[in-house]
């Protein structure tokens, strides 16, 4: 598996973004992290509630989470549909 990663990086031929567009649009990769960011905040702020006992800051973790977790979602799936491995 790593080596089919590590060989499949290594050649001259690289995703572009017309190549990319063809197996999963942007558009795609945004509502699947914006549809897994609800679960996950709820989950988040559930959690929160729980440990803290206090509303207000669970809905504060939840909130600056929610941003931050689709940014690193977006990018985290872009690079995935850039590796050939498992396709």
């Known amino acids: 598996m790593i080596d089919q990663v ?5 050649q001259t031929e690289k995703t572009t973004y017309k190549t990319d567009v063809a197996k999963e ?3 795609r990769s945004i509502a699947k992290s914006i549809s897994w960011r609800v679960v996950g905040t709820m989950d988040t702020m559930i959690i929160s509630w729980v440990v803290t006992g206090h509303l207000n800051t669970a809905l504060l973790i939840g909130g600056v989470e929610v941003v931050t977790k689709m940014v690193l979602y ?3 799936e872009r690079i995935w ?3 050939k491995w498992g396709k």
């Open 6 to 10: 590590i060989s499949n990086s290594s």
């Open 25 to 27: 649009k942007p558009i």
């Open 74 to 76: 977006f990018f985290h």
């Open 81 to 83: 549909n850039s590796v």
